[in-house]
């Protein structure tokens, strides 16, 4: 009987199930808290313009091809030369060769495709925005190209993402506070915090130039009606707060 009372009495101190059970004490309470999420934003004007170009040829032969780009792409350099473009600031996308096929075979099991296409993607940038609309005239001259898009961004977009995150910050603090004080706490120290950033930036209008457009359609001399507009970057955060 003795024994028995003894392995008991070890069960129950070594047991942390048992020492919670017999010490209410040891529960504690889950401290308040209060959740404030926020966004928001900065508009800032645009000091960079990124022209995204696609040149698209093809050619019964591939080497044709390749050389018809090759002239291209000579024409688009010396266009950046001419408007001071650096050379770091003009940058390939993609490369592709594919085979063109009619669905014909002449006296093989195997198709031959009757003639080849080359493309290539090409990016400049350009940090003189008066100059947009004057390159974006003369890239249009270039037969078998599309200029695909234009974009206007900021190269301090890090720096404006952190001013909009500091006015999330302070948004959401003083919405806290606001709400501590009706439900008659005190706002204590941070638990947690999560921010996340984005940044929508301005699109200009696509223009496509091909072999087929007769020239007399727009006077190439006159430069594109393009303008940056504002850029709006976003920032949220939310910040789990103690209540006291």
Partial sequence: MRWMLTLLVFSLVSSPLAAQEICPTCIKEEQPQ????????????????????????????VEKATEKLRERMQTIFDIAAA?????????????QVQPVYDGKRLFSAVERPKSYTVSQGVQLTV??????GHILARLSDIQDMNIEETVFTSSKIEEHKREALKKAAAAARKSAEDLAEVAGAKLGRVLKIQEASNFIPFRGQQLMRTAKMESSMMDRAAPMPVSGG???VE??????????
């Fill in 83 to 95: 408007e001071k473009i650096a050379k770091e600031d003009i940058k390939t996308l993609h490369y």
């Fill in 235 to 244: 920032a949220s955060c939310t910040i789990v707060y103690a209540l006291e």
């Fill in 34 to 61: 209060i959740v404030i999420s926020r966004t928001e934003s900065v508009e800032v004007s645009p000091d960079t313009a990124e022209i995204r170009l696609q040149i698209w040829i093809e050619e019964v032969r």
């Fill in 127 to 132: 940090k003189n925005l008066d100059r947009v």
């Fill in 230 to 232: 504002k850029l709006t």
